[in-house]
């Protein structure tokens, strides 16, 4: 009956014997969006209440060493396809890990740890399986979307982060009844807007003054940083001092090739000494609040966490309307949307943003106090630590804990 009672919400004295058994499923812990998201997440659980451990696909990426250093135990299921002998048996692996292991909620997240991870948590009788999605699907191929879908009819229920994935999910099948939307949240305190770091632009080699552009992005085709390039070369003709930062990079393995045509590009469009790529960077606040606009020229999102931060450091934000961004941000009040794949479009919004930097600095202050109001960290880790509660709480599903006391 101990263990009954641990799976209803209550107050963080709840002895460490009686707490959620969760374990969290992503690729990999690289600089992303989905990657922020899980840690901030571990980061603030309430560990009076969940014990929580990690599954990957690759045991890499920056994020590791903070995952660990909180002493949270990591398990790697290393597969270079979602079918075959090999990836049965790291199924059929995990499957008896979670069964070892008693976890009573498995939750992934995106394309392949949902395809891998929740058919081998039916198989372990795993009492709640969840699934985040965070994105549209556009990177998906039609195969890939039909093999989720199937996936996710074996989960309890469906994560995700902004209403247009929930209506995009409902339109390609998914039981709306079973999807539930907890937007992204962040930790205001880490950003602070307006700092001028002299030592960052040497660093940078940029000149003191020079208004900075920036893209923060993983450098994903779908993540339109050709359009980037082109509306940079439309405004660096206008502001002569202008330069350009494009923060991130690529986890593929194709990855340093498609920065080559990147680089390859900005060279034709002149912009050589214009443009840095600045690759992945942990120092994301002290960067935001040093730009005097922040693009996402995105062809697909679900609600963008890069858009949220430059919203956070108080960084006018113009981005595309794709996704969940009209979701964070409403247009000429506290950011400026603009059509996708429309490099047209964009130059003239940065444009409009670099001529009147007084109109632009009061997008950022409502830009700011909009995260604090509505997208704080604190509010997504308790929907979510909500969320856990009450899937846990059917008769069935006590039922199904009760047989791993």
């Not at 893209?215 to 085709?221: C, K, Q, V």
């Not at 730009?291 to 679900?302: A, H, I, K, N, Q």
Request: aromatic share 6%.
């Amino acid at each position: 009956m101990a263990t009954r009672s641990a799976l209803e919400p209550r107050p963080r004295s709840t002895s460490p014997t009686e707490r959620v058994r969760l374990l969290t499923f992503t690729t990999l812990f690289a600089i992303g969006g989905t990657e922020r998201h899980v840690v901030s997440l571990a980061d603030g659980l309430d560990y009076s209440r969940f014990e929580l451990e990690f599954g990957c696909h690759r045991r890499s990426g920056e994020f590791l060493e903070q995952i660990e250093a909180r002493g949270l135990s990591v398990s790697e299921y290393a597969v270079a396809r979602l079918y075959g002998p090999h990836a049965l048996a790291q199924q059929l692996r995990f499957a008896r890990h979670l069964r070892r292991r008693r976890i009573q909620i498995m939750h992934s997240y995106n394309f392949y740890p949902n395809v891998f991870a929740i058919p081998a948590a039916r198989l372990a009788r795993t009492p709640v399986v969840l699934a985040s999605i965070r994105d549209t699907g556009a990177q998906l191929t039609p195969r890939q979307r039909r093999v989720q879908r199937l996936a996710c009819r074996l989960a309890d229920h469906i994560l995700v982060n902004a209403e247009a994935v929930r209506q995009w999910l409902t339109a390609e099948g998914y039981d709306p009844a079973r999807i539930s939307v907890i937007r992204n949240g962040l930790d205001l305190s880490r950003f602070t807007p307006g700092a001028h770091d002299t030592a960052l632009r040497r660093e940078l080699g940029v000149p003191d003054r020079a208004p900075l552009v920036a893209m923060l992005s993983r450098l994903s085709r779908l993540k339109g940083v050709e359009d980037f390039l082109d509306a940079a070369a439309t405004v660096a003709q206008r502001f002569g001092e202008a330069h350009f930062l494009v923060i991130g990079d690529n986890i593929d393995p194709d990855g340093s090739r498609y920065r080559s045509e990147l680089e390859s590009r900005a060279a034709r469009l002149g912009l050589q000494k214009r443009v840095i790529f600045t690759g992945f960077r942990l120092d994301v606040p002290r960067l935001l609040s040093a730009v005097s606009v922040s693009v996402l020229p995105s062809l697909s999102e679900g609600l963008s966490n890069t858009i949220l931060e430059s919203m956070a450091a108080g960084a006018p934000v113009v981005a595309t309307r794709v996704g969940g961004s009209p979701e964070a941000l409403e247009d000429g009040v506290d950011g400026l949307l603009v059509p996708p794949r429309d490099s047209a479009a964009l130059s003239r919004a940065i444009g409009w943003v670099l001529e009147h930097p007084e109109a632009a600095r009061d997008l950022g202050r409502r830009a700011r106090a909009r995260v604090a109001e509505e997208f704080s960290l604190a509010r997504m880790i308790r929907e979510t630590e909500c969320l856990y509660a009450r899937l846990l709480e059917s008769p069935a599903r006590r039922k199904a804990i009760a047989r791993f006391a």
